[in-house]
């Protein structure tokens, strides 16, 4: 079974599609770097001239007018609490460099989910070009058990991602350092931030077991993108179309991404909105609700067995050619 793996590996690493996917991920997480530096660059005297100008201009048109605005809002059955409109301040206008937890934990977020999305697409073709080229049937001819062969491909994808996500945290992880030490930036939570790293491997590694499984059910590389396409499209009427509908976002707490979400950043909030009848009509709040790393991680566990074990059948059973 070594020797299997070993091989699996090798012939994973000696793909061109393998070689060219990890080349573009290497210049798009090094390009992100650029988005890192932006957030960590000091104030310049240009965005500190533009921050007291707009201040100056608001401040003015507060004096102006904010007695004539308070005024009518009282003339229409407002409270003087309700109608009060708060005197400008140039903090409110002020710009101020990121901090260095906030800039990275959004690259980290950013990175796992290009990093997963790769692994994704890399086992699934992995898989899929043996299916489309026929060589699958070369391969159970010199080991005709299947059961080790599926194994052997699925745990070679496996260490693959795992490493692939490390590294690819590590990296984004040590280009912040160093801008933030270019910039003279207070460097924080680097414990934390290197655990959320780490987590973010398992993401890497969910994806590529998913992407290989869905291969393996359709038999072709373009299958499992479809399937993830399909996946993004319901994603974005979700999250657009439907946002404030509640019984939607009620789902969150059962959707992939949210549940992988709570895995890499050990939580996960959403809000769903709630309607309320006041006096003064309908409105509608957002309650926060709290997916937990446990929730997270158990689903994807069950989420991932089903895969699994499903196509592994498919693979024993179905014919190849």
């Not at 890192?36 to 401040?59: C, D, K």
């Not at 690259?107 to 989910?113: C, F, G, N, P, T």
């Not at 969910?206 to 393996?216: K, M, Q, S």
Request: proline residues 2%; hydrophobic residues 50%; aromatic residues 8%.
């Amino acid at each position: 079974m070594t020797r299997l793996v070993a091989t699996e590996v090798t012939r994973l690493l000696s793909r061109r599609f393998t070689s060219i996917a990890l080349i573009l991920l290497l210049v798009g997480l090094a390009g992100y770097q650029l988005v890192v530096n932006e957030a960590l660059s000091p104030v310049t005297g240009q965005q500190l001239a533009a921050a007291q100008r707009s201040y100056e201009q608001s401040h003015q048109e507060w004096v102006d007018n904010h007695e004539r605005y308070e005024q009518g809002c009282r003339d229409t059955g407002g409270t003087a609490e309700e109608c009060t409109i708060p005197e400008p301040t140039l903090a409110e206008f002020s710009v101020a460099p990121t901090p260095f937890k906030e800039a990275v934990t959004t690259a980290l977020e950013v990175s796992s989910v290009v990093v997963a999305l790769v692994a994704f697409v890399i086992a699934a073709s992995f898989i899929g070009a043996e299916y489309t080229t026929g060589s699958i049937v070369n391969w159970l001819t010199f080991v005709p058990r299947r059961g080790r062969v599926f194994w052997s491909k699925l745990l070679s994808l496996v260490g693959f991602a795992a490493l692939l996500g490390a590294l690819g945290a590590a990296l984004v992880l040590a280009g912040a350092v160093g801008v933030a030490k270019l910039h003279d930036s207070h460097v924080e939570s680097l414990r934390d931030l290197a655990e959320m790293g780490a987590r973010s491997s398992l993401a890497a590694v969910a994806l590529a077991v998913l992407g290989f499984c869905l291969a393996v059910i359709t038999r072709h590389t373009a299958g499992a993108l479809g399937v993830l396409l399909g996946y993004a499209i319901v994603w974005f009427l979700r999250m657009s179309v439907l946002a404030e509908r509640a019984w939607v976002q009620r789902s969150i707490s059962w959707t992939p991404e949210a549940n992988l979400a709570a895995v890499v950043e050990h939580g996960y909030t959403y809000s769903v909105p709630v309607q309320k009848v006041t006096a003064d009509g309908v409105n509608v709040a957002f309650v926060q609700h709290t997916l937990s790393f446990t929730h997270g991680a158990s689903y994807w566990a069950v989420l991932m067995t089903l895969a699994v074990l499903s196509s592994l059948l498919i693979f024993r059973r179905r014919d190849v050619i």
